[in-house]
């Protein structure tokens, strides 16, 4: 079984929140993260448009970033959610999600939110204007993605991550990993526009 593309909610995709989610990103990037002292990129669907277009893709649903611990951040979260909580300016709140993923959700409340589908979900609600802060945990020359959610465990190795490279969407440089390719085909498997997602391998497939 396949389908075209599993995006969360056909009305939240970037065709709608494009400029709110840039404005997010780049207030992350400019005011948040520097002061977090953990490496971090762009990712997910943000990374995909930035290497194929330099856009985002009309129908991806938040802005997407990784940040990568070298141990287990299980002891750090609650500092690293209070840090964000305290340099946010209004009306941007955070959260911690352990549910499917361990990961901080940074979002603007005022645009309203969705209850997500999907039964590994628990009937969770997300923000139409999110940025997503996935955590990943180094084990020996892999980091591994702290997501639960899909039928496979990402793992991508270190030396497509680091040392940090940039990249640009929507006109705006970002941090990203050193091995953009190799990063992205972990996550989705095959990179070509014309393909299918295949939800009992997690992985996009070219069409036949």
């Not at 079984?1 to 494009?18: A, I, P, Q, Y």
């Not at 194929?52 to 997407?64: E, L, P, V």
């Not at 999600?97 to 969705?114: Q, R």
């Not at 465990?153 to 497509?160: D, L």
Request: hydrophobic share 40%; charged share 20%; net charge negative.
């Amino acid at each position: 079984m396949s389908v075209e593309n599993n995006f969360k909610n056909v009305k939240s995709g970037m065709d709608v929140w494009g400029k709110e989610r840039l404005e997010l990103g780049m207030l992350l990037r400019d005011k948040i993260l520097n002061h977090l002292n953990i490496p971090w990129v762009i990712e997910n669907g943000v990374l995909l448009g930035a290497y194929r277009a330099g856009k985002f893709i009309a129908h991806d649903d938040d802005f997407d970033i990784g940040l990568f611990f070298e141990s287990n951040p299980a002891a750090l979260v609650s500092d690293i959610l209070n840090k964000i909580k305290q340099l946010l300016p209004e009306p941007y709140e955070a959260r911690y999600i352990s549910t499917y993923c361990k990961k901080i959700e940074v979002y603007d409340p005022t645009h309203g939110n969705y209850i997500l589908a999907g039964p590994q979900y628990n009937g969770a609600n997300y923000h139409h204007v999110t940025a997503d802060l996935q955590f990943y945990q180094r084990f020996d020359n892999i980091y591994r993605a702290l997501y639960f959610g899909g039928p496979n465990i990402v793992e991508i190795p270190a030396e497509a991550v680091l040392p940090l490279s940039s990249i640009v969407i929507e006109e705006q440089e970002f941090p990203a990993p050193c091995d953009v390719v190799t990063y992205l085909k972990c996550w989705y498997g095959s990179l070509s526009p014309n393909v299918k997602y295949n939800p009992d391998t997690g992985f996009y497939e070219e069409k036949a």
